[in-house]
Structures are given as structure tokens and as C-alpha cells.
């Protein structure tokens, strides 16, 4: 008789799945920091890992979708080698299974882990060893700072600094307080010490976010401010320039503007979801804003640095958006002619009031009005990169292969915005910025060689 013993894989190291929004790459890279600390080292291939950890988004439902489908990877990973792998499921989705539904359709899990457990992911790690955990997931008040270990996972030039956590807007619309719990805003100290070391790092684009950056400081109680931050930021050394995303527009400040003028470091790109246009509809929102003040900040922006790529997205289909409504923000779409929108159709959310009123408009209709505003964007879009056709632009160049290049304006966050194709004379470098002639564009990509 022939046999043949199975051979026994060797497994080694976490293999990491990150969903969702830069805010959550961050706390993914704060656990592979913690992991790598304790002897667990990423591994970027899950056939030999040991461990396979998924951290969650649960924003919206296809959020949700998307980390039930990596979820399902993960076991049939975990199926071929049950021995010797460990699923971990972290994050998000857990904070929103507030009944432990997710957790008891996936029994093969061995560990889950809220929002809370991101600095403690070593022990959740421990746990899944010695057996089940389902994980707990109170309100979140976690927070991390300049002292707790975090492995950048981005390009080597650019890193998210993550200057609070949590929301007191409360939306009526929007699940985030509920999920990542109220404003927690980290010190200027705190931020300072981190943003020293990863300019140290020869990171060159840090890019501040949090889910309102316009309201960091406010539950402080000690004067801290955005402007405040900025404005010691800008006395560092170093060669960087800072972005900023996720600010409200109910919370800019005089004192921002001011600084934003005379602020060296700062990139003329300003990211302000506004949702809508319409004062009835933002009321129902509780945006704790109205189309007049909205303008106002608009116009202030457009004072204090002219050049501002203003970046926006837009919600259709809310609670009692009527043709009125919506005819009010397409022509608004079409007279602002905003640098970069995205839009979404209204999904009711679990826990929200918005979820709770029944003047819900047809999903299919909310739909149809999203693709409608896309649409006239494309066209605002393709205008604006066509009247680049023939100058002279700065690109950051985020990919190189000779003399290939690919990078990405000042107007263009990473993996958000526009792309730039372009070509040299000579080697290009990752990280450095180039002047760029533009030569062909298309709506969302630009093309060029260097000058």
C-alpha cells in the first residue's frame, strides 16, 4: 500500500483585510503597529498566514455587503487549514451589530473585536487562540496617540493623521455616532508629535482627517481649534504640505479662514460634503445649516485662497426631497460647478430618524436623481480638466516605472480624485513632485509629459 502523510502547513504572520474609509485604514494600521510589537508580523500572502483579520466598515448597506462577502473569504481560508487558522473579525460592523446578528451567522469566527479593541487587538489575537470570543462593543472612547505603535500601510509619501474620532453632529441621516461614538479630538501636542515623526519619515502629503475636522477641539473645553492646529503645524520643518478632508460646513470658523489664507502648508483643496442645497431638506437633515450660510462659506473659501479645488458630495432621495427639491440642487450643481462631487442615493440607515419617517421617497427615484446629478458633473468635470489641455500643472507622482509616471494634482486626494498619466526625459521617483504639461484630458484622467 501507498501513503502519502498530509503535509502539515507551517502558518505565520496576519494576513489583513481593511474595508472602508481612510479613517478606518487608520485603525487598521494602528493594529498592525500593536501585532508587529507583540512578534506578529503582516503577511501579504494568505496562503501561508496564520491569522486572517478583517477590520470592518458598516456605514452603509453595501458597506455591510462587502464585509459579509470578505467574511466569507475569510472562512472558506480558514476551512482549508482549520487547524492551524484563526479568523478575527474587527471594527465597525461590529459596533453596529448591537443584537450579535453577524456574529452568530458566522460561528466559524474565533474572534471579534469592536471599535474599542483596536489598540487591544494583541489580546483579542490571544483570545481567539484559547477559543471563541464574540467581543464586546460598548460605545467607543477609544482613542489613539503619538505613543501607540502604527505601521503606515499607504504609499511611502503620504499618511492619514487622524486628529479625532467620534461625531456630535447627529445627522438624521447618518448611523456614525452610534457606531463610532461621540467627538473625541486628540491634543495639539498629540498631533504635532505625530505629524513631526512621520515628516521624519519622508512623508510629504499628510492629509487630516477625522470624521469632522472642523469641529476638532470642540469637546475639549481648552480653546483648541483647527486654526490652532493648522497654524502650528505650518512652523514644522520639513518639506510637506497638508490636505483636508471631512469638514462641515456648518463649522467653519473666521479663525480658520484667516489661517487658511497665509497658511504655507496647507493645499488649496477643501473637502465639504454638503448633502443638499435645499434649507428645508438640511433642516430635516439637522445639518444645523441653511442654503444662505452654505453660500457664505463658499464665497469666504473663494476669498481667502481664489484657486481652492472645493470637493463635495450630495444625498438624493432624502426624506421629503420633491421635484422642487431636487430641481433646486441640480441647478445648484450646475451654477457652482464644484472642482470634484460625488453623490449618493438616500438608503434608511438602523437607529437613525431619518429611518423613522414615512415621506421616504421610492429608491428607484432616488436612484434615477443620483445618476441624473453624475451626469452633469461628468460635463462639469471633462470642462475642467479640458482647460488644463496646454498648461503647466504640479503633480505628485505616486507611481513610477522608468520614465512612466502616474500622480495626481493638487486638486486630487488619493484614490478619491483624477489621475495623471504622464512621461519624462528621465527616471522618475515616487514621492517627488513635477511640472507637468498637460496634453490630453478625459473626465476623470489627464495626460502630460514633464517639462
Request: glycine share 6%; net charge negative.
Amino acid at each position: 500500500m501507498n501513503c502519502r502523510r498530509k503535509n502539515r502547513l507551517t502558518a505565520e504572520g496576519v494576513y489583513l483585510v481593511s474595508l472602508g474609509c481612510p479613517k478606518n485604514l487608520v485603525d487598521s494600521e494602528v493594529m498592525a503597529g500593536v501585532l508587529l510589537t507583540n512578534g506578529i508580523l503582516l503577511n501579504f500572502d494568505k496562503n501561508t498566514a496564520e491569522y486572517y483579520l478583517i477590520n470592518t466598515c458598516a456605514f452603509l448597506p453595501g458597506a455591510r455587503s462587502e464585509c459579509e462577502s470578505a467574511i466569507a473569504e475569510g472562512i472558506r481560508w480558514k476551512k482549508r487549514h482549520p487547524e492551524v487558522r484563526k479568523l478575527i473579525v474587527a471594527g465597525c460592523l461590529i459596533q453596529q451589530d448591537k443584537e450579535k446578528l453577524i456574529r452568530s451567522k458566522y460561528p466559524e469566527v474565533d474572534a471579534w473585536s469592536g471599535v474599542d479593541g483596536v489598540a487591544d487587538i494583541f489580546k483579542t489575537f490571544q483570545a481567539a487562540k484559547a477559543g471563541y470570543t464574540a467581543g464586546d462593543a460598548p460605545r467607543p472612547t477609544y482613542l489613539y496617540d503619538e505613543n501607540t505603535p502604527r505601521l503606515q500601510l499607504t504609499l511611502p509619501h503620504v499618511a492619514y493623521l487622524k486628529i479625532a474620532d467620534g461625531c456630535d453632529n447627529c445627522c438624521a441621516y447618518c448611523s456614525i455616532p452610534l457606531i463610532r461614538g461621540g467627538l473625541r479630538s486628540r491634543s495639539i501636542e498629540s498631533v504635532l508629535a505625530e505629524a513631526k515623526n512621520l515628516i521624519a519619515n519622508n512623508v510629504k502629503e499628510l492629509i487630516v482627517i477625522a470624521q469632522d475636522v472642523t469641529a476638532y477641539g470642540a469637546d475639549r473645553n481648552d480653546g483648541t481649534t483647527l486654526a490652532k492646529l493648522l497654524h502650528e503645524m505650518d512652523k514644522l520643518e520639513g518639506e510637506f504640505f497638508i490636505r483636508l478632508l471631512y469638514t462641515h460646513p456648518a463649522h467653519y470658523t473666521d479663525e480658520f479662514f484667516a489661517e487658511y489664507a497665509v497658511n504655507k502648508h496647507i493645499m488649496p483643496y477643501l473637502d465639504i460634503p454638503l448633502q443638499h442645497i435645499n434649507s428645508n431638506i438640511l433642516l430635516k437633515m439637522g445639518r444645523k445649516t441653511d442654503r444662505t450660510a452654505i453660500e457664505t462659506v463658499l464665497e469666504k473659501i473663494r476669498q481667502a485662497r481664489p484657486e481652492t479645488a472645493i470637493r463635495t458630495t450630495f444625498i438624493t432621495g432624502l426624506p421629503g426631497e420633491g421635484e422642487t427639491e431636487f430641481a433646486e440642487l441640480m441647478e445648484f450643481v450646475k451654477v457652482k460647478r464644484f472642482a470634484r462631487l460625488g453623490v449618493f442615493s438616500y438608503s434608511p440607515e438602523p437607529g437613525t430618524p431619518a429611518a423613522e419617517r414615512t415621506d421616504r421617497v421610492d429608491s428607484a427615484i432616488a436612484g434615477e436623481r443620483a445618476a441624473k446629478i453624475m451626469e452633469l458633473q461628468e460635463n462639469i468635470a471633462l470642462s475642467y480638466n479640458q482647460a488644463l489641455v496646454g498648461k503647466t500643472v504640479n503633480v505628485i507622482c505616486d507611481e513610477a516605472d522608468g520614465r512612466n509616471g502616474v500622480g495626481r494634482t493638487f486638486a486630487d486626494a488619493p484614490e478619491i480624485d483624477n489621475i495623471v498619466y504622464f512621461t519624462g526625459n528621465k527616471r522618475l521617483k515616487t514621492g517627488e513632485i513635477y511640472q507637468v504639461l498637460i496634453t490630453e484630458a478625459e473626465t476623470f484622467d489627464l495626460y502630460g509629459k514633464l517639462c
